[in-house]
């Protein structure tokens, strides 16, 4: 009888000690302060700021570092179309890297537009969005204008893209656009 | 006075014009339209803006050409010269464009004069087509709709069956159990009866006075037992600290599984700043909202666990979160931010730079992170642990291809090692102040 009184004491010991590892919660930490950061970490909940959320937005009216420039160009049909008529890339053919612009095209346009530009992305093929267009579209006329407007403030269905590519890639994104329209009406 | 009146009819002119030049056109293209080639059109062309049944960027256009004719008593050529140059119409002072501009927010319809007269009819038949007469369960309201039935999935009778048999078996087993004992029982109190000692006494010495007595024995599993233990103390206390298999519950149900497996959406098209900073970033609301402004419910497969109300309840969460009113297509400016939960974290004296990973080195997300592209809830697939960072430091090879800037040092360095391939560690992956500092 003893021994079996024995043996749930220690089975009961290595269950407590089994049932602790769960996986919907993190495990132990061994000195937690070597672990836990003193200064801000990165998306972290603090009463310091508002919204009780460390990841706070620009001031502003600030100016990313670097040579970042404002974009003045309104986010209306006037500006789209003064976009479409007057602006041009500020990068020359010899800061075109087609490679890096083919490079961030698939990762960012090809799921809807398609690789090669025709509106049969991915998504498109599986119908979860639909419309898009070629880009050949000549309703549309696209210029190197237009497509920075829209890839910097979306445009009908499509979003905004200017939080994921910075100004310069998006001006090679532009170009390799400009480049998949020629060969689409060759 | 009479000038005035001249120039206003003057003015007429050319509407007048227009109105008899589309009036002739028409009666030239009264032709029956084709669904199908006008399902293919209308999901090139218009399904960018607009659905058949839900306000999107533009109205709802089921039924759109008898809805204007009996709602503001437009015809055909009013729709024709909308649709090849909604711009120029509102421009025009077209009433009714002007209302419909208005309405949405001034948004211009892209023009499509590519779009023939057949074009046309063909896409204005598919919008006129009765969703009943494809299929009869799209809607409740149909006639022929058949209430869908519980329990007619397979599996599920398949589960429900084999725990019956389980049950059926276990009982079974305990009747016998039970039986057993029972004849056991009756047997000794025969053999009693009749005087024979059934269960004989063994007079022999139980097997652990044996075990006792013999010294070597007991030393030799009381080893065995200390390193035993050793080895599992040792286990569990170098797993203190490392959260492989952390899954934590999400406040969203995001699914890898759908969005980079099924769907096959780069990882780095919403984590974008894995290319540029430290952290690979959670993706803030717009870009959800960049394609779920549009696809505002799941069409694909589900599992008991997770059905199409599951998910298209989550969707709703995100618009919830991102302050999106679904019915009026508008940002409401209510918004509260996702608290999602961290799952990989590397301790505080341990320094990890995504963009030196994936830019520089090209390691593929998956080589860390796992195949999270199956994952329905994402865990933590790798340790983290620095014996695991060092383990492929040692194993990764630098690509010294296409590196002009570094050839000199990549020579140098292969000379002192005496290699042909340099991999991170030779590179100097190994120093401690690279990563703790």
Redesign the interface.
Known sequence: MKSIFKIAVVLMVFAS?VACKK????????MPN?????SY???Q?SDAFP?N?E?QLPAEGSIPRGDHMPFEIEN??EGYEFAKASLVSPIDSTEIDTPRGKELY???CG?CHGNKGK?QG??VK????????SYD????AITEGSIYHTIYY?K??????A????EEERWQVVDYVLKLKADIEK | MIQVIYRQLASKIPYLGLVILLTFSTSLTAQEGDPAKGKTLFNTNCAACHQLDKKTTGPALRNVEARLADEQGLDRTWLDAWIRNSAGMVKSGDAYANQIFNEYNGTAMTAFPQLTDQDISDILAYTAVDPCELNPQSSPDCPGYVQPTGGDNPDDEGGISNKLILGALAILFALLAIALVLVRKTLNRFAEEKGIDAVAKDKSLPIWKAFVQNQFLVLVTSIFFLLASAYFIYGYLSQIGVDQGYQPVQPIHFSHKIHAGDNGIDCKYCHSSARVSKTSGIPSLNICMNCHKSVYEYKGETTDKYSKEFYDGEIQKLYAAAGWSDADQKYTGDAKPVKWVRIHNLPDFAYFNHSQHVEVAGVQCQTCHGPVEEMEEVYQFAPLTMGWCINCHRETDVNVKDNAYYTKIHEELSKKYGVEKLTAAQMGGLECGKCHY
């Open positions: 000690v996986d919907t919660r993190p495990n132990y930490q061994f070597m672990y836990e950061p003193v970490e990165t998306y909940d919204g959320m990841a209306t049909t698939d990762i960012y799921i509106g991915k998504l599986r119908e979860k969005i639909l419309g898009v267009p579209d000549v309703g549309r979306g009908n269905a499509m979003g905004s893209y939080n994921q590519l910075n």
